[in-house]
């Protein structure tokens, strides 16, 4: 329970105090309602006595009562009715609120931090009221009137007469049967006569004699002269007199204006007004036929006009005070004719009627009463008992209350012995003298079990436990159990709620004060019922704090019964202490995941809110019930839903020109808001297709925006000179949170600003948004002076600045994530702040009740609602990345800025669109189509400098400058060639057509970057409006599969300007290629060492040319119409293929093979005579055809040229070797170098076909080419990448290493290469053995020198056999003369050894024994060049 102002051994003196009736005369009361008081109000702040007051027990001992406090009130006839009771506590508890700005206690338990209000005054007020104006019972005396004060005025004609009529007035409604209430404690009542004298009106004099005759007839200790009234009521000159009545009369006051208020009559001035304050227990002045005879009924029993529901349990019951009445009540001042003096004269008055009346006369009754039980009853019943006890030897068994039969309506007479006991131990519980009164309640507890008085026994039951507890010293523990039995008794047999309230007010007060709150908590919960809801809310409120006031506090038990009290707060019709109860217990179930339990809590809380007009309260209460993840059903949520718009379009129509509220729904994800700058993409037409560039329909991807970036920077390199200036950023026309955005985005003027919105609708029901648009402001940049700070929030304003794209209706269906796009249009240069949406939020489902309750008035739905539906805004804040660069960015927790949404407009730029027309899709490997891009100028300003990079060079090309010059022929059109063709004789077949070109004029230059490739724009300008259309050609790439191509478009504005330099434009083209051709081919050096012309270094090509095509593209064959070579030192010559058929036709899986000869250039080919001087000799390329038809396709003109550079850029991009800085190895690494170099060939195979396709019924003829490399003699390489093998796994090895440098040695193949050796002799020789034993044969061995430096060549000529397996093979020979020969040859000399060879015998001789050691003149290493691929010199010797 709460703390109370009251400690339980104050609060239950002060709740059993002495009862005092008052009757007082017409005149009487008209002199004290001088002062707005009825004579019983009048005594009330008095009627306490802070000294100590003195009596004597029964047994003459002296006993000491302690802040005695007797109850003074006027007698009324009919007890109060029980709808009367209900409102008073119903008004007392609605008027206690907690204070406004009360610090409350705020309990840390665990994880939770609860602010509680420590007391709970409404509770106290409840306690004090309910227990004053419980109506006396038969079966107890504590409430029953113990005297009677006759009050007179002294202004009246006759006082002693009136006097002796109020006597006889008293004694009838004591003893006369027609009155059973109220309730006289004993028949001889203490009668105390009071002469009223009104100071400032009255005859002093008149009043003594009076008083004087009044003592003489009832003895000064049974009269009293007080007079009051000492001064006018005229107080505006006077002193302003403390007023000590407020406090008791406050409530009554409330109850009485607010019981009035929906009566017959209403209050209308001060004058009546007096007549109509009833108090309490004050008799209204109106009296009839001049007598107060017929004393009205209870202040609390209010007629059916007054209160017409006479329950007030419904739900609205409590009203609010009208502001009138509340006025009057503040205008009333209490005594304002009394002075201090008549204050102390009071107070004096209350002295002597207490120790001169009252308390003797209690003493005697007590005593009387005692001696009563003694002589009659107490002795022999004691008597008897004992005896029982003695013989008996043990303890009778109580009989359990379910066993008792139900007596409670037994009845004893009043002179009953029974009562008489209890009649006395309520007169010490009265007077505080504990000890007698719990024997006594203990005495007759027996008497009334034993006589099955279940109701007696209860209270007796009830009062022992009491003063068992409040006994000095404490002589025994508190009996609980007593109290437990006295509520089952109340509570199930009598049927007596109000009685075992009682016993649970002060029980669970008692158990509190000693800590036992489990169990204060337990009798708190068990009288909550159905029959009251008020009583049922403060218990279990109580029981609440119970469970928080723990030694160890149960959180969830506070915040449960909590929540039951506010329900039955609710329901009593106390709306502000159920809007209280529930939020206590919001604070335990918030954010703990009791989601379910948390909804419910601030649905109610939104409700009591707003039906006590706490608008803004309501509203963040339903705003809490939409923004958590809910779980409730479709239906509930929509009835929330409608609820919160309600209760929202009720706020805004109190404010409507405010700010626009903040909503909660839909959910914005801030950061997943994306901003594209410029006009969507158009779709294709026909054949045309628009460059992909950015869409918010993209997907980001950090591998292929990374490359964007690098394609960019390539480009503005090569535009700067190869360096990439420092004020450079890439540019973004979708900013993310992938992006960077950290500086101002840069946004064209008329140019839109598409912002994307990520909604997320949480709830099951859909919701429809209206007018849906972006709240921005906008500082116009050019301005001069205030205008600079010139800003436009409103969306409607300045529509020629910012135009704003209104969605008319969004919907948004249950638990859906739905972007909005949402579109500006700047008109103007300046800076733009978007700030967020702005949009009318609704739902378009009907009306659904919630829990049985239909919605609030006005909440029905149409289809759409837009009646019910609530304009608001929601702000777009993204927080930026977190820092983490210097020291105190890691350690803190600090955030960039996000600038996505500011972008900066700037003033117009040229706007490229780009067009591909008869793009493909499909291609085979390699095969070439020519299509044609469209560039347009769709903006109002020239743009130039229009460049294309992509990291696929070699997909496509535009042509060279040479294809201006070379027109097209006739046969190419028809046959729509993307090649140039010559048509040729066919004499020259096999002989090579020889032309010749440069890299330079295909934008292949080595000191530029290969991918970037200007546009030849007509002018290099595109105007405005302009459009330029350009072929290009296309290859498909060699590796099948699908492609990913990115062009990025390059583009400048003519005039410089500060802010945007450069803008692109992006293209994605996705090609998949089939498999057509595998190329393979070898180059070997030729074994005739001298050609016609008697020039070395004749070479040999073997080509393997596969069709691979899996037949899918429908291709049925595979023409090869040419094959030509590129190098710059060598060129085919002829073909040398044996088979005489020179259509080459390849069907599905053929492999055909082609061998040709190739030659060195010679010097007045390679200087051609069309280049330009400035070109070096090093970058022109002599192409020779071989062809195996009648038309050549002119392999040095675009396209074959251009993807024949393309595919050498690769090459060319290598980096080249440098030289190496160590001195020592120097040597040793040039020498390798050149020897690498002798095996090195720069021979180039273009091999140019054709494929026929038949698809729908038409034959279809593609072209095509694919690349051999050669670099290598001996080495045969691929038109296609070869797939590298992975390395197998090595174990790991944990030694380190020796750092031991190995010396690069060349290969076995290279080392062949250096010296070419060829014998030459005749194929048989015919020999006479039988003649002459010895064969002797000449033999010419050549040596050539394949290097560009001088050899130092050493021939040995003895045989060095490893095994006997190659002596039986080669036979035996010998050579004769000189075994070694030393030789030095020039660069690229032949030199010719003239040899003998010797045979004994004949047979088949290998005569390539001879070893050959070379070394480079200037070099100390020697290499022994080997000889195992040359081919084998086999002699045949006969004998004749």
Known sequence: MAQCVQSVQELIPDSFVPCVAALCSDEAERLTRRNHLSFAELLKPFSRFTSEVHMRDPNNQLHIIKNLKITVSNIITQPPQPGAIRKLLSDVVSASQPAE??????????????????????????????????????????????????????????????????????????????????????????????????????????????????????????????????????????????????????????????????????????????????????????????????????????????????????????????????????????GACLTLTDHDRIRQFIQEFTFRGLLPHIEKTIRQLNDQLISRKGLSRSLFSATKKWFSGSKVPEKSINELKNTSGLQYPPEA????????????????????????????????????????????????????????????????????????????????????????????????????????????????????????????????????????????????????????????????????????????????????????????????????????????AFRHILINESKQSAAQQGAFLREYLYVYKNVSHLSPDGPLPQLPLPYINSSATRVFFGHDRRPADGEKQAATHISLDQEYDSESSQQWRELEEQVVAVVNKGIIPSNFHPTQYCLSSYSDNSRFPLAVVEEPITVEVAFRNPLKVPLLLTDLSLLWKFQPKHFIGKDNEESKELVTGEPEMIGTEVISEFLINSEESKVARLKLFPHHVGELHILGVVYNLGTIQGSVTVDGIGGLPGCHTGKHSLNMSVRGRQDLEIQGPRLNNTKEEKTSIKYGPDRRLDPIITEEMPLLEVFFIHFPTGLLCGEIQKAYVEFVNVSKCPLTGLKVVSKRPEFFTFGGNTAVLTPLSPSASENCSAYKTVVTDSTSVCTALISAASSV????????????????????????????????????????????????????????????????????????????????????????????????????????????????????????????????????????????????????????????????????????????????????????????????????????????YRSLSSELKKPQTQPSAHTEKQSLEDAVRLIRKCSEVDLNIVILWKAYVVEDSKQLILEGQHHVILNTIGKEAFSYPQKQEPPEMELLKFVRPENTTVSSRPSVEQLSSLIKMSLHYPESFNHPFHQKSLCLVPVTLLLSNCSKADVDVIVDLRHKTTSPEALEIHGSFTWLGQTQYKLQLKSQEIHSLQLKACFVHTGVYNLGTPRVFAKLSDQVTVFETSQQNSMPALIIINNV
């Not at 709150?517 to 009798?523: D, F, M, R, T």
């Not at 089939?1074 to 070479?1099: F, H, I, K, P, Q």
């Not at 023409?1119 to 073909?1135: A, N």
């Open 417 to 620: 012995p029974e009562l008489q006991i209890r009649k006395m131990a309520d007169l010490c519980f009265l007077v505080q003298h504990y000890d007698l009164a719990y024997s006594c309640y203990h005495t007759a507890k027996k008497d009334f079990l034993n006589d099955q008085a279940m109701l007696y026994a209860a209270g007796a039951l009830e009062m022992a436990a009491v003063s068992a507890f409040l006994q000095p010293g404490a002589p025994r523990p508190y009996p609980a159990h007593y109290m437990d039995t006295a509520i089952q008794t109340y509570r199930d047999i009598c049927k007596n709620m109000v009685l075992a309230e009682r016993c649970v007010l002060l029980s669970a007060e008692i158990l509190k004060s000693q800590s036992k709150y489990s169990e204060a908590a337990a009798l708190l919960i068990r009288l909550t019922s159905e029959d009251s809801d008020l009583r049922s809310a403060l218990l279990l409120e109580q029981a609440a704090h119970c469970f928080i006031n723990m030694k160890n506090p149960m959180v969830r038990k506070y915040a449960f019964h909590m929540i039951l009290a506010g329900h039955r707060f609710s329901k009593a019709g106390q709306k502000k202490h159920a809007l209280r109860c529930y939020c206590q217990a919001m604070q335990v179930y918030k954010g703990k995941g009791w989601s379910l339990a948390e909804d419910h809590i601030n649905f109610t809380i939104g409700r009591q809110s707003y039906t006590l007009r706490q608008l803004d309260n309501a509203v963040s």
């Open 101 to 334: 700005g009360l610090v409350a206690n705020v309990i840390t338990v665990g994880d939770y931090d609860l602010n509680i209000s420590a007391t709970t005054p409404w509770f106290e007020s409840y306690r004090e009221t309910f227990l004053q104006s419980m109506p006396a019972s038969d079966h107890e005396f504590l409430n029953h009137y113990l005297a009677c004060m006759l009050v007179a005025s002294s202004s009246e004609a006759e006082p002693v007469e009136q006097f002796s009529k109020l006597s006889q007035e008293q004694h009838r409604i004591q003893h006369n049967s027609d009155y059973s209430y109220p309730k006289w404690f004993i028949p001889n009542t203490l009668k105390y006569y009071v002469l009223l004298h009104d100071v400032s009106a009255g005859d002093e004099q008149r009043a003594d004699s009076i008083y004087e005759e009044m003592k003489q007839k009832y003895g000064t200790q049974g009269c009293y002269l007080l007079k009051i009234n000492s001064r006018t009521s005229n107080r505006a000159s006077d002193e302003q007199i403390p007023d000590p009545w407020s406090q008791y009369l406050q409530k009554n006051s409330i109850q009485n204006q607010e019981s009035y208020e929906d009566g017959p009559f209403t209050i209308t001035s001060n004058k009546n007004s007096d007549s109509n304050l009833l108090s309490l227990d004050g008799l209204d002045n109106e009296v009839k036929d001049g007598l107060p005879n017929n004393f009205r009924a209870h202040s609390l029993q209010l007629d059916q006009s007054s209160d017409p529901s006479n329950s007030f349990d419904g739900p609205d019951h409590t009203k609010p005070s009208s502001h009138e009445t509340k006025k009057i009540n503040t205008g009333i001042i209490h």
């Open 1001 to 1204: 004029d295909f934008g292949i230059g080595i000191g530029s970057q290969p991918e970037v490739i200007p546009v030849p724009l007509p002018d290099a300008v595109l105007l405005p409006g302009a459009s330029v259309q350009l072929p290009m050609w296309l290859r498909g790439p060699d590796e099948e599969g699908v492609h990913e191509i990115n062009f990025l478009f390059y583009y400048e504005s003519v005039k410089k300007k500060p802010k945007i330099q450069h803008r692109i434009l992006r293209h994605t083209a996705i090609i998949c290629t089939s498999r057509s051709l595998n190329v393979r081919a070898t180059v070997y050096r030729s074994n005739s060492l001298e050609d016609e012309e008697g020039r070395g270094g004749n070479m040999l090509v073997f080509v393997d040319v596969e069709n691979i095509n899996t037949s899918e593209a429908g291709v049925k064959e595979f023409h090869i119409v040419q094959v030509s070579s590129s190098s710059k030192h060598w060129m085919l010559q002829k073909s040398v293929n044996l088979s005489e058929n020179k259509d080459a036709k390849l069907a599905s899986r053929e492999k055909g093979k082609f061998c040709f000869k190739a030659v060195r250039c010679k010097e007045k080919e390679v200087v051609f005579s069309c280049f330009l001087a400035a070109t070096q000799s090093s970058e022109k390329y002599t192409f020779a055809d071989i062809l195996f038809g009648n038309e050549q396709i002119i392999s040095s003109a675009s396209p074959c040229a251009d993807f024949f």
